[in-house]
């Protein structure tokens, strides 16, 4: 089964008109007019969750937080390359965040300030490149 796009039209007119309308009365008289089964369509309507709608493309917090997101190696390789007091001076906060949530895939801390989270990104890095020497 399919729901075509008119029919979506259809019932998002409905639905429209029913949150426009005042009464009571006046919603009844309009379902009956609109709709075949009144009392089905208004329990599928209310078994509808919400919370449990999903959205097609969710934006990740980073993307929300600065505009633009990074990739890991992206971040990796700016920490390798750079010392850590140029890197904190270049970026702002937001930035560096957008940064820890490509490592971590989590938000900082708010209270945490540029230092620390960009510190906690070069601990993260030092710590990975620990484990891969000790994998060989």
Known sequence: MCITKAQIYELN??????????????????????????????????????????TRKKKSPASILNGSSYEKSEVISLFRENSLNDIVAENSKAELAAMYYAVYCAKPLSADNKEKIAQAIKGYIYDMGRADVLLR
């Open 13 to 54: 007119d409905v639905i429209n008109k029913l949150n426009s309308m005042q009464t009571e009365e006046e919603k009844n008289k309009y379902l009956e007019r609109s709709v075949e089964d009144v009392d089905f369509f208004l329990e599928t309507l209310r078994k509808v969750n919400k919370s449990k709608l999903g």
